[in-house]
């Protein structure tokens, strides 16, 4: 059986274990270092750093913003919860926690932000093995690029966050 995996704010308790993570060399241009994404969330309203964890140990981080702004006017972006920087790190790669981990940010975010719609987030059309783990995680295509990331176009997927919101 598999031990529960738990969404938690980013606190004094959990922040070294959330930026001891690591990625593969390949993945940083994707998901950006941690300790910037910290930076960022310390002055950005609305925004919110989380640890994934599992039995006690930080196995990944995420960022989430109240709002999509980013995605300036695209037609999802109203009504959405952003997922940036999501991470799981490098020595647990392949263990199937990317999916958990996203249904687990799901059940946290619906609770969190009742009145959000859906989850909104890029992802670079190169970073083929993060395009999967969304798609398996219930994550549906837009139809449409966004092409303000710096590492290339990037495709636009959304989730609902409640069942009644198709």
């Known amino acids: 059986m598999n031990s529960a995996l738990r ?13 001891a993570l690591r990625v593969h060399e390949d993945q940083l241009p994707f998901v950006g270092r941690i300790a910037d994404s910290l930076a960022d969330v310390a002055v950005c309203p609305g925004s919110e750093a989380l640890a994934l964890v599992v039995d006690e140990v930080v196995i990944g981080y995420v960022r989430i913003d109240r709002r999509a702004a980013a995605m300036g006017d695209h037609p999802l972006a109203d009504g959405a919860v952003a997922l940036r920087s999501f991470m799981i790190d490098a020595g647990r790669q392949g263990e199937g926690l990317g ?16 009145d959000r719609e859906r989850i909104l987030l890029t992802v ?15 994550y549906r295509d837009s139809g449409e690029l966004y092409h303000g990331g710096l590492a290339g176009p990037q495709f636009v997927l959304w989730r609902p966050l409640h069942p009644w919101n198709p």
């Not at 999916?99 to 687990?104: K, V």
């Not at 940010?105 to 609770?111: D, K, L």
Request: aromatic content about 4%; overall charge positive; charged content about 25%.
């Open 124 to 138: 670079n059309v190169r970073n083929e093995a993060a395009v999967h783990v969304y798609r398996r995680a219930g």
């Open 99 to 114: 999916g958990r981990a996203l249904d687990a940010i799901h059940a946290y975010v619906a609770g969190r932000h009742p």
């Open 7 to 19: 969404v938690l704010p980013v606190d004094a308790d959990v922040r070294p274990g959330v930026l």
